[in-house]
């Protein structure tokens, strides 16, 4: 079966960093996506990796190891707005078209 | 940037009603529509897959009877929850793929069905 495992929550600080990790097992593996989602929201899209490495966009970087199975999720000077449910979502390759599975989702909680 | 328009946003209704979700793509043809249900706390669990003029195909555990779905054209999916009881509701969310490359799934806004 498909196995994606992220920490159900995590707490930080306004204007501190956090890495939100997620571990993978999943057959016929096409990339990664981190999605933000608000409560009563639809996800928002992060960001992407298919290749090892580091991804930077802004305040938020992605990393992804295939060998190992793990990508995490870097969030700088954190906001106030950022506490949301992170979500990791790894593409499979399915009957010839790509499909999105989604991990538990991490809640992330910022305070003062 | 690209964009997934679904309707209705919220819908409440007695147990029995069958209901219709719309998903679709506003300035892309979407080859492929990808259907998630999200209970609260939890993630988005993938229900089915809409390929553009074939038969959906339906995760493990999914009542393909229940949840119709039908993907007559490259920028129109809909869901169907046939007879829907209490336990049927849900955060009801589409997505949507122009192409078979690995782009960003762009999500709608999500329906959310209330049985009563």
């Known amino acids: 079966g498909q196995n994606i495992d992220q920490p159900t929550e995590m707490t930080a600080t306004e204007g501190a960093i956090v890495q939100i990790n997620c571990t993978y097992q999943?057959?016929?593996?096409?990339?990664l996506f981190w999605y933000q989602q608000h409560a009563g929201e639809a996800p928002t899209f992060l960001s992407y990796n298919v290749l090892d490495g580091l991804e930077e966009k802004g305040r938020f970087s992605s990393f992804l190891s295939r060998s190992k199975g793990y990508s995490y999720l870097l969030l700088k000077e954190l906001q106030m707005k950022d506490s949301a449910s992170y979500l990791c979502?790894?593409?499979?390759?399915?009957?010839?078209?790509?499909?999105?599975?989604f991990g538990a989702g991490t809640r992330l909680a910022v305070h003062p | 940037g690209a964009v997934v328009s679904q309707h209705p946003s919220r819908v409440i209704c007695k147990s029995g009603t069958s209901v219709k979700i719309e998903c679709r793509s506003l300035d892309f043809q979407a080859t492929t529509m990808f259907w998630y249900r999200q209970f609260p706390k939890q993630s988005l669990m993938l229900m089915a897959t809409?390929?553009?003029?074939?038969?959906?195909?339906?995760e493990q555990g999914v009542e393909k009877d229940k949840f119709l779905i039908n993907h007559a054209s490259l920028t129109l999916s809909t869901l169907t929850v046939t007879s829907a009881h209490p336990e049927d509701s849900s955060f009801y969310i589409c997505?949507?793929?122009?192409?078979?490359?690995?782009?960003?799934?762009?999500f709608g806004d999500g329906t959310r069905l209330s049985i009563l």
């Open positions: 997505s949507a793929l122009a192409g078979f490359s690995n782009q960003p799934q762009h």
């Open positions: 979502a790894v593409i499979l390759r399915s009957g010839g078209y790509n499909k999105l599975i």
């Open positions: 999943t057959s016929g593996f096409n990339g």
């Open positions: 809409s390929n553009e003029g074939s038969k959906a195909t339906y």
